[in-house]
């Protein structure tokens, strides 16, 4: 992934940005002006604010700030933002359509698991898009040799490692990379460095030795086991619910208006049959209202909006989500047989409620029954999957949605796109690929140190 990210990518801006060992155009009119890539650089900046930490940290400006891009960055840029900030952005479609062939490729590559058919066509996409390649930037010009850098060939050779070593996401080297990068400062000589680096290998035995003969790990903080709820978090023993976790702040006397009553009943109604009005005399009066949930076996921490807007602090927003529910795809043929199919929806969590649904006949439980509820706001995406294609939204609907919280799979971000006429983008990495944010496991209870890129 090093070829894709630290090398390939930093070329392809390079050369949109006209700064590229020197080339121009040539025959050709893929570069940017300064005008756009301020732009870009304002839009990249400015989803910091928008996309959940959990994704990542910040990403930086990518017009002022591209000389600090990591190897994370350049993923997370490449594979999620670039394909929205860049489109339309070209001269001629076809720059773009050439860039999101090797998107395509970098999720690929990125996968869990391949089979046969998946490495064949990876690697025919791979010799289609260095043809290309070849033919917009190098041009077949000997003075535009330089535009064929060694690391343009090594894509070709990504599916033959694959076959021999697994997916890149089990045999990368990025914590090897992070240990060499922790090494740098202690160069302080140029005239010795390797003395330098020998010194500071010394120093970490020594420090390693330390801790392991003075038990200094059990005087550590260590962090939660993360399935485990904390003092600010409540699960509940209802099988739906054994991966949600609430957490504070929490309501305990909230009362729904009767719109949010309504819409609870319908849903109900939907689930158990009966009527509105038999389920909004069965429906308790007061319901606990929590503002957060976060989602087991490494999931995310959603933030309901009312939670951001109650804060003081300023949090990345997460409090959008990606939800699925069972639609009627002939819905608008009243006489035609119902054909429900499972369909991803985008919206905002705006809280959570807790409902005691007592015994009754209709429900046919004998118990009082627990569910929750998470009260979303939607956003009319058209139906589109954002791990599947670009998804876009102009804003908020107002119409509330009334959905089990165990139908919301994952937190999603977004990221505004354009000037004039401005629109919103989702960005949802809950695709089948590996994701592309490196994490330090190693104070977590029992687990020794993981990374996912």
Known sequence: MHLCLENHSKNLVALWQGKYKGLDEGKESYQLSEA????????TAQAGDTVPSSFRHRTPNIWTEKHIFTAEDWAFWMIHIAPYVLRNRFNRPKYYKHFMKFNSILKHTIQYSFTEKDLDELEQDIIDYVKEYEI???QFLAQRLSACPLTVHALLHIPYDIRNNGPPCNNWTFIMERWCGSLLPAIKSRKQPFTCLALRQYQAAQLFE???????TQLMPLRHDMNVPS??????????????FLRNPIKHNHTPDMTIRKKIAKHLTTSFSGSIR?????????MERWAKVRIGNGGDLIRGA???MSSRQSFHDASFVC??????????????????VRTVYYGRLEYILHCTIPSNIISKNTEPETILFGIITTCDTQGHNATLE???????????????LAAICTVVGRIQIGTTNPQWVIVDRSGSWACTAFTDDSLTVDAPQQEEL
Not at 36 to 43: A, P, S
Not at 210 to 216: D, K, L
Not at 234 to 242: D, I, N
């Open 36 to 43: 756009l890539w301020e732009r870009i650089g304002q839009e």
């Open 306 to 308: 009312i939670a951001q």
């Open 278 to 286: 038999a389920w909004l005399d069965i429906l308790p009066q007061i």
């Open 390 to 404: 670009l998804t876009y939204f102009r804003s908020l609907t107002s119409y509330i949605e009334i959905v089990d």
């Open 136 to 138: 917009i930037y190098y």
């Open 323 to 340: 939800y699925e529910l069972f639609a009627d795809a002939n819905a608008h043929r009243p006489q035609a047989k119902e054909d429900f």
């Open 231 to 244: 003092r600010h978090e409540k699960r509940f023993s209802k099988s739906a619910y054994l991966i949600s």
């Open 210 to 216: 330390v801790v392991n003969r003075y038990n200094v």
